[in-house]
C-alpha cells in the first residue's frame, strides 16, 4: 500500500469558497479532503474577510459526522487589508477573541503590492523607517493571545523593520508570508539574514502567479531556499485554492513528494516542515 504522506501534516494557508473570487473549493471540501487522508489541520485565509467563524462552524460540522475518529481541525485568522479597515486593531481583538490563530499583515492592498502594480489605496505598515502607531497595538494583541504575526505582501526592508518592532513588542511567532513571491521579492540571503536576526519562519508555497492569471510552482527554487537556510526554519505550505491551479489535496501531496523524491530530505526533515513548525505556531 502507497504511504500516507500527508498524515498528521498542517497547512497554514489555504484559499477557500466563499470568497469574491471563484475558488476551487469550499471549507466543507476542504475538511472532507482533510479528514478523508488523516490531515492535522488547516487555516483558510481571506484577503477580505476574517475567516474564524467559518472555522468553528466546520469544526463544529467536523465533530457531529465523525466524532473522535478524527482530530482535524479548521482554523481561521485575519488579514489587515482595506476590506476590513487595514491595520485595525478592533477587527484582530474581534478575531483573536473568537479563536483566531494568524493575523496577516496587509497582502493585496499593502503598499508594496499596490505601488508594484499600479494601484493606489493602499494600507502601509511603515512611515519614515518606523511602524505605523496602530501596529503597537496589534502586536500587543497578538502577543496576549498567543497568535500568528504574518508579514502578508509588505516588502523586505517592511519585513525586517516589522520583526524587530514585533520582538522588541514581545511577539513570539513571527512567518515571513512566502518571501519567495515576487511582490515581497526576498532573495534567500535576505531570507536568511532576518532568520538570523530576528529567529522567524520562512513560509514557502507551492506555486504563485506570474500575471495573466498564469501560476509556476515554486518547488525548485523552495528547495534550494531549504537547503542554503536549514530546514528548521521553513513551513511548508499551499496558498492553493486558485481555479488555475490543482485541487488543494493535489498541492499539497505534489510539494510533499517533491521534497522527498527531488530534494532528498528526510522523514524528521519533512516532518518538521510539515508538521512541527505549524503546530507551534497554532499551539497544538
Known amino acids: 500500500m502507497e504511504e500516507n504522506r ?10 477557500t469558497a466563499p470568497d469574491v473570487r471563484q475558488r476551487k473549493m469550499n471549507d466543507l471540501e476542504i475538511m472532507e479532503a482533510a479528514v478523508a487522508r488523516g490531515v492535522r489541520a488547516v487555516v483558510i485565509k481571506s484577503h477580505v474577510a476574517p475567516t474564524v467563524g467559518r472555522a468553528e462552524i466546520v469544526n463544529r460540522v467536523k465533530e457531529e459526522k465523525y466524532g473522535d475518529t478524527s482530530d482535524f481541525q479548521m482554523f ?6 482595506r476590506f476590513v479597515g487595514g491595520i485595525n ?13 494568524l493575523v496577516w499583515l496587509p497582502t493585496n492592498t499593502a503598499e508594496n503590492h499596490c505601488k508594484k502594480q499600479d494601484k493606489t489605496n493602499w494600507v502601509s505598515v511603515v512611515r519614515d523607517g518606523k511602524i505605523v502607531p496602530e501596529l503597537k497595538d496589534v502586536f500587543e494583541l497578538i502577543k496576549d493571545y498567543d497568535a500568528v504575526l504574518e508579514t502578508g505582501h509588505i516588502s523586505p526592508e517592511e519585513c525586517r523593520i516589522v520583526a524587530e518592532a514585533a520582538r522588541n513588542a514581545g511577539v513570539k511567532k513571527i512567518v ?19 532568520v538570523k536576526d530576528y529567529d522567524v519562519l520562512l513560509e514557502h508555497v507551492y506555486a504563485q502567479p506570474i500575471g495573466g492569471g498564469v501560476y509556476k510552482k515554486n518547488l525548485e527554487t523552495n528547495v534550494e531556499a531549504m537547503k542554503a537556510i536549514g530546514c528548521e526554519h521553513f513551513i511548508v505550505a499551499t496558498d492553493s485554492g486558485q481555479t488555475q491551479n490543482p485541487y488543494w489535496y493535489e ?14 530530505f528526510t522523514k524528521a526533515e519533512v516532518d518538521r516542515m510539515t508538521k512541527e513548525n505549524p503546530a507551534k505556531m497554532l499551539g497544538i
Open 6 to 15: 500527508l498524515k498528521g501534516i498542517i497547512d497554514l494557508h489555504i484559499h
Open 76 to 81: 481561521g485568522g485575519v488579514a489587515l487589508n
Open 89 to 101: 486593531p478592533w477587527a484582530v481583538e474581534t478575531a483573536l477573541k473568537l479563536g483566531g490563530k
Open 176 to 194: 515571513i508570508t512566502h518571501p519567495e513571491f515576487w511582490v515581497v521579492g526576498m532573495s534567500v540571503e535576505e531570507q536568511a539574514r532576518i
Open 251 to 264: 498541492s499539497i501531496k505534489e510539494y510533499i513528494d517533491y521534497l522527498y523524491d527531488v530534494g532528498g
